[in-house]
């Protein structure tokens, strides 16, 4: 079973407000990554990081960013919400014992 | 660049019937290749991989075989349940050996529904 844990699970929230989504994996991975799902289900890279102080922007353009200061730990932040950042959000983690997904955020800015 | 298209949905069988969700691929080297799930309000599981050409993956009950020559990954299970019902994502790695490690391109997903 995977050790990969998002939250908040659900948010709701008003245009402007600034959110973090937390992600955090207990398997001591390297490697960690942001997708975003499309509410038509496509999933697209928004970041990743391959360990401690490594951040990378992903496939897809996004206004959010993201920090990797502990190994366990990879947030992303949105500064100022807006309608077009309502998806889920999905984080990941990689290493030796392969790739696991947590089980999303779903985020819906009003 | 890395593609992934597979056949789009949605896909309604009755249970007990035959599936395929096709894959094709576009990817420079040996990628890995991955089937996912995704369960209603839940994040995406790995159900099976093959790490290279002619290899088969399989997990409950399903199945897909590694084709290099039809850059192909068809996910398939011979009698499918309400159980499985749930969206099917088709994905490639940028590195072949092993593959989990890295970048994942995903397909755009086929919602399956399996009806009593």
């Known amino acids: 079973e995977a050790d990969i844990y998002q939250t908040p699970r659900y948010l709701v929230i008003g245009t402007g407000k600034k959110i973090t989504l937390e992600c955090s994996q207990t398997?001591?991975?390297?490697?960690m990554y942001w997708y975003q799902q499309d509410p038509g289900m496509e999933l697209h890279l928004i970041h990743y990081s391959y360990g401690v102080n490594s951040t990378e922007k992903g496939d897809l353009s996004s206004e959010s960013t993201v920090s990797r200061i502990r190994t366990e730990h990879f947030p992303l932040t949105l500064e100022s919400a807006r309608p077009s950042h309502t998806s889920q959000y999905l984080c990941?983690?990689?290493?030796?014992?392969?790739?696991?997904f947590g089980p999303g955020t779903r985020l819906t800015v009003t | 660049g890395n593609s992934v298209t597979q056949m789009e949905g949605p896909v309604t069988l009755s249970e007990e019937a035959f599936l395929t969700i096709n894959c094709t691929y576009t990817?420079?080297?040996?990628?890995?290749l991955f089937w996912y799930v995704q369960y209603p309000g839940e994040g995406l599981q790995l159900l099976l991989k093959a790490t290279k050409a002619d290899d088969k993956g399989s997990n409950k009950g399903f199945e897909a075989t590694y084709r290099k020559e039809t850059t192909s990954f068809h996910l398939e299970k011979g009698s499918v349940q309400v159980s499985d019902s749930a969206v099917y994502f088709c994905?490639?790695?940028?590195?072949?050996?092993?593959?989990?490690?890295?970048?994942?391109?995903f397909g755009k997903g086929t919602l399956l529904t399996v009806n009593p």
């Open positions: 990941a983690s990689s290493g030796g014992s392969g790739k696991a």
């Open positions: 994905a490639l790695s940028d590195r072949g050996s092993g593959g989990s490690n890295y970048k994942l391109t």
């Open positions: 990817a420079t080297g040996y990628p890995s």
């Open positions: 398997m001591g991975h390297d490697k």
